[in-house]
């Protein structure tokens, strides 16, 4: 018995120091101490490609085609990500929704400013200009080739003094129409104003063309009449009616291509209204039925055009203070004056549009 108290006793005593000891300093144990990490929130680099516009005035479209809803515009040298290409056609975002714009006039690299376009005169191999810029030839002889580089075959030749438009930029090259076929120039051979002493591309003109006007009428349902006079109301509706506002609808919404003349001024046009590349007799008959419905006094002229000295057809309107020229087709000819036209070289029959003189 006495041993058995003993021992508890110890055990009580052994207890009691333990507890001491661990209370000693008034210190009791502290929680491990949480580190907490803030996440910084940062705007993300764009995961896709970057094009900027090359064209005055760039449609945004619902679909990849030219005939769906037009959603907007974008204007030349905007930056815009594209997020997928399919058939020529760049997908985008457009006010938070997906859209489509043309891929020929879009370029990876940023464009001049548009001053820059309008002044500069000596062309570096990196200047992008907008499409159906005219340009002139400074070399003595600049070669057309059929790809862009210099071992690719050679089409023909253009001389000094010769103007040319240009359709897209490519690297140090310009892509041209060279007899309705694609073709390339060094970009190192051209300006924006023709060499000293030249004011022309092409000869002395000693005859005129064939200048009748195409009838007003014909080749055309009464349906088809009615969408496209229903057409034209709308453009101008929607767009102004302006004589700029005209010229810069067709301008920037039609490119061109070759084709043969349409039997009447209705018939070119309405195939214009549905097409987005006609050939220049398309343009004049687009231009001149918009300009009427925009109210103006506007004939249809057949004349030369200054590329090449070959057939062409632009339009005259009138205005307060006389009549003036306008080519839909070309750059900065939305009205021209006739010293104008002469200059850069156009021919028309002076018995036939008298007032022009």
């Not at 006495?2 to 661990?22: D, E, F, N």
């Not at 929130?41 to 764009?46: E, L």
């Not at 020229?325 to 104008?340: C, E, G, I, P």
Request: glycine share 8%.
């Amino acid at each position: 018995m006495t041993k058995r108290l003993l021992s508890l006793l110890l055990v009580s005593i052994l207890l009691l120091t333990l507890t001491a000891c661990g209370d000693k300093g008034g210190k009791k144990d502290t929680p491990a101490t949480t580190t907490t990490t803030t996440a910084v929130s940062t705007t993300a680099a764009p995961q896709n490609p970057v094009y900027y516009v090359t064209a005055t005035k760039l449609n945004v479209r619902r679909e990849p085609n030219t005939t769906c809803e037009i959603l907007g515009s974008l204007t030349y040298g905007t930056a815009v990500e594209i997020l997928d290409t399919v058939d020529g056609w760049h997908l985008i975002s457009y006010l938070g929704e997906p859209a489509y714009i043309s891929a020929d006039y879009t370029s990876p690299s940023a464009p001049p400013s548009t001053t820059a376009t309008t002044t500069t005169t000596k062309l570096t191999t990196t200047t992008t200009l907008p499409p159906q810029t005219v340009l002139y030839v400074t070399g003595t002889k600049l070669n057309v080739r059929s790809e862009p580089n210099t071992s690719s075959e050679i089409l023909g030749t253009l001389v000094q003094g010769e103007a040319v438009v240009i359709y897209a930029t490519v690297g140090s090259w310009y892509r041209i129409d060279w007899n309705g076929s694609t073709g390339y120039i060094s970009a190192d051979y051209v300006s924006l104003t023709p060499p000293a002493g030249m004011t022309t591309a092409t000869g002395t003109v000693s005859n005129y063309p064939d200048s009748s006007v195409p009838p007003l009428q014909g080749g055309l349902t009464d349906a088809e009449r009615e969408e496209l006079y229903s057409g034209l109301r709308n453009i101008i509706s929607d767009n102004g009616s302006d004589y700029v506002d005209v010229y810069n609808y067709v301008h920037d919404n039609k490119t061109y291509r070759s084709m043969d003349e349409g039997e009447s001024i209705e018939q070119m046009a309405y195939k214009t209204l549905k097409s987005k590349s006609v050939s220049c007799y398309y343009f004049a008959a687009f231009t001149y039925l918009l300009m009427k419905q925009a109210g103006y006094e506007v004939e249809f002229v057949r004349g030369l055009g200054w590329q090449n000295g070959t057939e062409h057809c632009w339009i005259m309107f009138k205005e307060a203070d006389g009549w003036y020229f306008m080519d839909s087709l070309y750059v900065r000819s939305s009205k021209l004056t006739t010293k104008q036209c002469k200059d850069i070289g156009y021919k028309w029959n002076p018995h036939v549009h008298p007032e022009a003189q």
